[in-house]
């Protein structure tokens, strides 16, 4: 079992192994990316051989990844998507229980688990979503769900911040999310080894214990159990007619009750607000750790001026 870290020391980032009540830091650049794609085991045995060592308490954790290659957040918890289509006045479409569905999200957008998070500018709404990513160690092309595990190098805790306002306006045009979600993801602080995670999360009960708050109001309290669609159905998905490469992250979309909307159609508006800016949130899942971050105020959204023209209703009108 090995789990991977990112510290920052100050003046550049380290990367290590987490060693009991320690860290030991592999020498040279902190980048993830370095040890994957089979690099992990000798680079973990290196770090632990004749590494420098730091306390745990100590940790100073950075994003994992400052950039992933790709981003795929896929909708894999029942609760969760019926409870929002149930309270929208809709049902879970029937395409969710034939394949597997996700997204692509902003590389650009990952932060640290302990950065702050603005508001996205113009965005009244503004929510956490937890989720389980999933890293992917060794690329592959149309993977088999039998060897998928193989390809996944350890699994992360995931924040998709969300402005739930712009989301949905958005998409009443038939794309996106787009700004609803491009302000920022939260990576961290750790990546476990697969072996890890693989009892809370095994198809026989294993349980995940996630918890969210708000300024340390208990929001979010949940047994996390596996997900309809099993990261090794969704990675060998996301493969089909195409590569993914080391560094890629699975989202596995967000866990029941693991988000303020969620809580909302459940409880009513009254119970659960939007965060504000000011606020604290923390989000805690077992071996996975913690992520913590405050809410500061959105960007002005810039006026974007008048639209460029309606070539096409013109051409039309005039025949």
């Not at 957040?73 to 609760?79: R, T």
Request: glycine share 14%.
């Amino acid at each position: 079992m090995v789990s991977w870290v990112r510290h920052d020391d100050g003046r550049q980032l380290r990367l290590g192994v987490l060693a009991g009540a320690q860290v030991a830091l592999l020498e040279g650049p902190g980048d993830l990316l370095r040890v994957l794609d089979g690099r992990a085991e000798a680079s973990a045995q290196e770090a632990l051989t004749s590494g420098d060592r730091i306390p745990l308490t100590g940790l100073r954790p950075a994003a994992l990844l400052e950039t992933p290659p790709s981003i795929r957040d896929f909708m894999s918890f029942e609760q969760h998507v019926h409870t929002l289509r149930t309270a929208r006045g809709s049902s879970v479409p029937p395409l969710w229980y034939e394949q597997p569905t996700f997204y692509f999200s902003n590389p650009g957008a990952v932060v640290g688990p302990r950065a702050d998070v603005a508001v996205s500018p113009g965005s009244a709404q503004f929510d956490y979503e937890i989720e389980i990513g999933a890293v992917i160690g060794t690329g592959g092309r149309d993977i088999e769900v039998g060897q998928a595990a193989r390809h996944i190098a350890g699994f992360t805790l995931f924040c998709d911040w969300s402005a739930r306002d712009l989301q949905l306006a958005e998409m009443t045009v038939g794309l996106g999310p787009a700004k609803g979600k491009d302000g920022a993801i939260s990576l961290g602080p750790v990546l476990v080894s697969p072996d890890e995670l693989a009892g809370h999360l095994a198809d026989n009960g294993g349980l995940l214990h996630v918890t969210g708050s708000v300024n340390g109001i208990v929001r979010t309290d949940v047994q996390v159990r596996a997900p309809h669609w099993s990261f090794d159905q969704m990675v060998a998905y996301a493969s089909r007619g195409t590569a993914l490469r080391p560094g890629d992250v699975i989202g596995s979309g967000t866990v029941g009750t693991g988000c303020l909307s969620e809580l909302r159609a459940t409880g009513g508006p009254e119970s659960t607000p939007w965060l504000q800016p000011g606020d604290l949130v923390r989000i805690e899942a077992g071996p996975l750790g913690v992520i913590e971050s405050r809410i500061t105020e959105p960007a002005p959204v810039r006026d974007l001026g008048p639209a460029a023209g309606a070539w096409f209703a013109r051409s039309a009108a005039d025949g």
